[in-house]
């Protein structure tokens, strides 16, 4: 089959394509395993194999997909065809970014393969999480096990041959409960990522025996707590919150593609410019944050991209000034030009696609903030005066340019001169992206840092589901409204 | 409708059967192809053609599904499938109650709703349409955006229960075409839902993009003064809000489960106001139905809000057998929700911003970003979007940067509503995620509500 996939490279680059690709994907395979309230509502595997091919002609890309094999002509013809068609409407012709050709490959460290563990033992710990979580206040329980294995080929007709073998596991626990009033409250539970591998054993019992408690206990101080008051407060935000603030108001504005407008018809713009880089003060002295690809543990961890771009660890908020994008080949390229000068050397590795029939956009790779000066938790809040510490994401709505946002929370705690008082339900806070960060006063220390997954980012047209991580220390913002 | 799809049916029946497996076949085929608009180029052009089968296996109260991305010709393959997803069932935990496999009475084969025509649309068709929506209208400072999305979709379902088959073939085009401020970040927009080639003209929304860019281009832009505001909805606000009502309002399962502000007291209670009708009404062909649901019912018109009077829950198959409800027709991929019309002669922007006004009327088209803040209660936060307008009681118009509304669905749709237009439109809420679906709600053309609060207000586009 790779000889077959280059000869065809070949030969749509000898029929007038500037360049082509191809990622052929052998197997990739899904098991999701869902209980909820005892009952095993979803056993269910998948498995999936095809190509997608990306062709450029004339300034312009084609891209087409099938899971049958048996037709790798009719398939590249066909992505060829899409780019003739799409080259009668080119403003700015396609040029990708300069980068190295490698023969290299990529396997994503885990001691123990998932889908090695018969069904059995997996079923076995969702009934004992289940039955974990069967307390009193608790009205819907939920164990899901999600775990994926997929094993990439990429070639492209500047040489680079790169195989890719990745495997993920998604574990969560969840519980609701309906307070006096008959609305309901939720807690969750998605691990970190402490070890350095991201396999089977990343399933550690003991963890979620503890945290199951957690979320049974907290849930219930939710349901009998008041209202979450509404008013201006400093916010202390857990990495259970804000890797989602990061995510949405730091990551998706940082895509180069929606900072040049190429999601303005769908998933929007940014707020950011191209003359923002190395001026823009993104946030207060206490921000600096990073697309680092090459966290061992995280779905944001690759090895390559599928640009054929080595993973990277890039600066993209320095101490508060905006330094750095999300970017794949095409995009730096169109950037630096339109601005006349280089503000982007070269790709960031960060041009990903969720599946062999998608085409790859720029997505996040593991969009950190490093973990600063101020602490522990316990340090942060002795040191605030007025406060709320929130943690968990209920619900999230960005504005379309990335400037401003409302999100809501599982749990809040209100602090009152440096001691929490009490448990607060249905807490919410809002703001201005610009304005909420450079209010940015505290970020907690090492101790407070954890590694936090995203396993469904959407994005594009058609849709695609991207897993990715956020490294996030506890971050505290000064006169933020909660409540709303 | 494709013999072959039929055939590998009954092959996967008679091989299941004969390895004593109960389950049921489903297949999905898609010929999808996407021409996506940014900066006043095509940024995409691509096309996938993929046949997924998903096979449910049972055993007494377990149940377990293996799916896959196949082709017709890989029949060995699909028979494995089968054979996994009874391997799968069988480490299984039962359910606590009895999943029921319907029982197909006879062969349903439909594709009245497909149209060749139109799932084979040409490349330089679509180019072609799209140049003549915007035929002038781009410049330096003014681009063009949004997507041309058609295609085809089969489902196909057969179980080990009967020898009956269901097919159901359509074929679909949505266009959304965004005409965006290259500097400034505004955006206006104008979308079109087909079934059939018939279906396309370019020139409407020629018109309508025609008359916003006059709006956005010449009035006056401001930040609007937080407060309380008559809010007129266009069709997709209105659509994505009633659509949400899917998840947080009728369905049973999810009342029983608490994430809806309707419970069963509200059965036959004045919950939303007397203008509000919502009935899901497969006979409305611009909703892309199908005549049955998965488990064989008959899809036939059901009333869900008659006047603001709550009339019923949707109940599929699987929430029915574990709630002990009746089933009420609703294992489908999408409902055929119309909103009823009003009695309201306003159906154009145009005569929107014409017709008098006794105070500052904010236009809403399109709700970017919604979320459920508190499902109980029917509250859902998202910002304004694409192409609003704010309507001076002086009779003048001004652009309104992006605002946030935070509010619950019992106000939106409650006492509040002062009109509904009395005519109505279909709007194209598919989306491919994962495997086509072409899906659309029948709503009126303008949904007018007094004094809502805006909670946010942006200080720029
Ligand atoms: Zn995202």
Redesign the interface.
């Known amino acids: 089959m790779h000889q077959q996939i280059k000869a065809q490279i070949d030969r749509v680059v000898s029929s007038g394509a500037v360049y082509a690709d191809a990622r052929w994907y052998p197997v990739e395979e899904a098991n999701h395993l869902t209980m909820w309230n005892g009952n095993l509502k979803h056993a269910s595997a998948s498995r999936e194999s095809g190509m997608g091919v990306r062709v450029l002609h004339q300034g312009a890309w084609g891209f087409s997909a099938s899971s049958d094999m048996n037709n790798l002509t009719g398939l590249f013809d066909k992505a060829l065809d899409n780019a003739r068609t799409a080259a009668e409407r080119v403003t700015f012709p396609i040029r990708l970014a300069e980068k190295d050709a490698v023969q290299a490959s990529f396997s994503s460290p885990n001691q123990i393969d998932p889908f090695t563990i018969p069904y059995g033992e997996k079923v076995g710990f969702l009934k004992e999480m289940d039955q974990l979580l069967d307390q009193p206040g608790v009205t819907q329980r939920i164990v899901r096990l999600t775990f994926m294995r997929k094993q990439i080929l990429y070639f492209d007709s500047e040489g680079s041959e790169i195989e890719k073998n990745i495997i993920e596991v998604f574990p969560s626990l969840g519980v609701m409960g309906m307070d006096a009033d008959g609305a309901a409250h939720e807690r969750t539970f998605r691990p970190s990522r402490l070890g350095d591998t991201r396999g089977w054993e990343t399933i550690d019992q003991t963890l979620f025996t503890r945290e199951g408690e957690r979320i049974v206990r907290e849930l219930n101080q939710v349901l009998k707590a008041e209202p979450c008051p509404k008013e201006d407060r400093s916010v202390i935000l857990l990495p259970g919150i804000m890797f989602l603030q990061t995510h949405e108001t730091i990551g998706h504005a940082l895509e180069l593609d929606r900072i040049l407008g190429y999601e303005l018809a769908f998933a929007g713009g940014s707020f950011v410019t191209l003359g923002d880089f190395g001026n823009l003060r993104y946030g207060s002295e206490k921000l600096t944050a990073r697309a680092n690809a090459t966290v061992t543990n995280s779905p944001g961890s690759f090895g390559y991209d599928d640009d054929g771009v080595p993973a990277q660890d890039n600066l993209l908020i320095d101490k508060g000034i905006l330094v750095g994008a999300i970017t794949g080949r095409q995009m730096v390229e169109e950037a630096n030009a339109t601005a006349r000068k280089p503000i982007f050397q070269g790709s960031s590795g960060a041009n990903r696609a969720t599946a062999f029939y998608r085409v790859p956009i720029e997505r996040m790779t593991n969009i950190n903030i490093d973990p600063g000066t101020d602490g522990t938790l316990e340090d942060i809040i002795k040191n605030t005066e007025k406060g709320i510490v929130l943690d968990g994401d209920k619900s999230w709505s960005i504005g379309s340019n990335r400037e401003q946002f409302h999100f809501a929370t599982e749990i809040g705690w209100l602090v009152e001169e440096g001691e929490i008082t009490q448990v607060v339900k249905n807490a919410t806070y809002k703001g201005d992206t610009l304005k909420f960060y450079n209010a940015l006063s505290a970020v907690g220390d090492e101790s407070t840092w954890e590694l936090k997954y995203v396993d469904n980012c959407g994005k594009g047209q058609p849709s695609q589901i991207m897993q990715l991580g956020h490294g996030i220390p506890v971050c505290r913002f000064d006169d933020v409204r909660i409540g709303e | 409708m494709n013999e072959k799809m039929l055939t590998t049916l009954q092959e996967l029946r008679k091989f299941a059967l004969n390895k004593g497996i109960t389950a049921e076949f489903f297949f999905h085929e898609e010929d ?1 192809a ?18 997924r089968l998903e096979i449910t296996a049972y055993e007494d109260q ?10 017709l ?1 890989a029949v060995e393959d699909m028979k494995q ?1 089968v054979l ?2 009874a ?7 039962p ?3 009895q999943p029921t496999i319907p029982v197909y009475q006879e062969t349903i084969i439909e594709d009245f709703a497909f149209d060749p025509d139109l799932a084979g649309i040409s ?2 068709e679509k ?1 072609d349409y799209f140049n003549q929506a915007v035929d002038g209208l781009e410049s330096d400072q003014i ?1 063009l ?3 041309y ?1 058609s295609g085809k979709n089969v489902i196909a379902m057969m179980n080990t229960q009967s020898e009956h088959a269901q097919a159901f073939t359509t074929s679909d085009a949505q266009i ?3 005409l ?1 401020h ?1 500097t400034l ?1 505004w ?1 206006v ?1 104008d979308e079109q839902s087909a079934q059939k080639k018939a279906d396309l003209d370019p020139a409407p929304l020629h018109r309508q993009l025609s008359y916003l860019l006059g709006h956005y281009q010449n009035d006056p832009a401001e930040q609007v003064p937080l407060g309380e505001y008559d809010i007129v909805f266009g069709p997709a606000a209105t659509a994505e809000l009633v659509n949400t009502m899917n998840w947080i309002g009728f369905n049973g399962g999810m009342m029983k ?3 809806s502000f309707l ?1 069963e007291e509200h059965l036959g209670q004045q919950v939303l106001g007397e203008t509000f009708t919502l009935v899901d009404d497969p006979s409305r062909r611009e909703t892309f139905p199908f005549s049955r649901d998965m488990m064989g019912v008959r899809r036939e018109p059901f009333t869900l809000f008659d006047k603001g009077v709550f009339r019923a829950f949707t109940w599929n198959q ?1 929430d029915a057998d ?1 709630y002990g409800a009746q089933p009420t027709g609703h294992d489908v991929m999408h409902k055929s929700l119309v909103v009823g019309a009003g009695d309201e002669p306003i159906n154009t922007l145009e005569e929107l911003v014409n017709a008098p006004r006794e105070k500052d009327v904010l236009y809403i088209p399109f709700i ?10 029917g509250l859902i ?3 304004s ?1 694409f192409g609003a307008l704010l309507l001076k009681q002086d009779g003048s118009v001004v652009v309104p940067y ?1 605002v ?1 509304l ?1 509010q619950s669905l019992l106000d939106i749709f409650g006492e509040k509503v002062a009109w509904m237009s009395d005519g109505q439109v279909a709007y194209n809420t598919s ?4 495997a086509r679906n072409p899906t659309a709600l029948v709503v009126p053309n303008f949904v007018y509500v007094k004094d809502l609060a805006i ?2 207000a ?2 720029s ?1």
């Open positions: 999808s996407l021409m996506r608009f940014a900066n006043s180029a095509i940024s995409l052009n691509t096309n996938e053609h993929l046949l377990k149940r377990a599904s293996f799916s896959m991305i196949t082709n010709d499938g996994q997803a391997e799968i069932v069988k480490h299984a935990q359910l606590s109650y490349n330089s180019l681009k955006g949004g997507i999305s959304t075409m965004v965006s290259k970040k955006e927009i489960r608490g994430y419970t699987d574990e970017h970003y919604m979320n459920f803040v508190n499902p109980s209660k936060t998202g910002s979007r992006n946030r935070t989306s491919s995620y994962g909670s946010h942006n200080s586009y």
